[in-house]
């Protein structure tokens, strides 16, 4: 399966709960976002090679979970910036800020479950260019 980014404003989203990436694009959708679900860390890296080897648009940000199967969100992070450091990358987690240092390991920002999604949405328009209003 590959995914297709085909405009500025899509995301990618990692989550091994179905339930929590169904919540988050249905309400990013309704402020102009397209989504595309990862269910965990290794395939999050797996789409975004997968864009960059066929030379599609990137996504405009990764909306990542921490604790996931196969690869954590932290590993995945730290191979994306390693490999894309533009690709904006934030930590959408139930852990506390406080459990680890997410900006040293790549994190453009944090966001705990459960999500502020205004706050969110305000972050997610500073990375893509979909208006503030929508």
């Known amino acids: 399966m590959q995914a297709e980014v085909d405009k500025p404003s899509t995301l990618i989203l990692a989550d091994d709960e179905p339930m929590n990436l169904t919540i988050l694009a249905r309400v990013l959708e309704k402020y102009g976002f397209s989504t595309v679900d990862a269910h965990n860390g290794e395939e999050v890296v797996r789409i975004i090679r997968e864009l960059a080897e066929s030379h599609k648009p990137m996504p ?39 459990d680890f ?34």
């Not at 990764?62 to 934030?90: S, W, Y």
């Open 60 to 98: 405009s940000a990764v909306l990542m979970d921490i604790n996931m199967p196969k690869m954590n969100g932290v590993e995945a992070t730290r191979i994306l910036k390693a490999e894309f450091p533009q690709l904006p990358i934030i930590a959408v987690t139930a852990l506390k800020k406080d």
């Open 101 to 134: 240092l997410y900006a040293d390991v790549g994190f453009d920002g944090f966001f705990r479950k459960p999500v502020n999604y205004s706050a969110l949405v305000k972050t997610l328009h500073d990375f893509t260019s979909v208006p503030a209003n929508s």
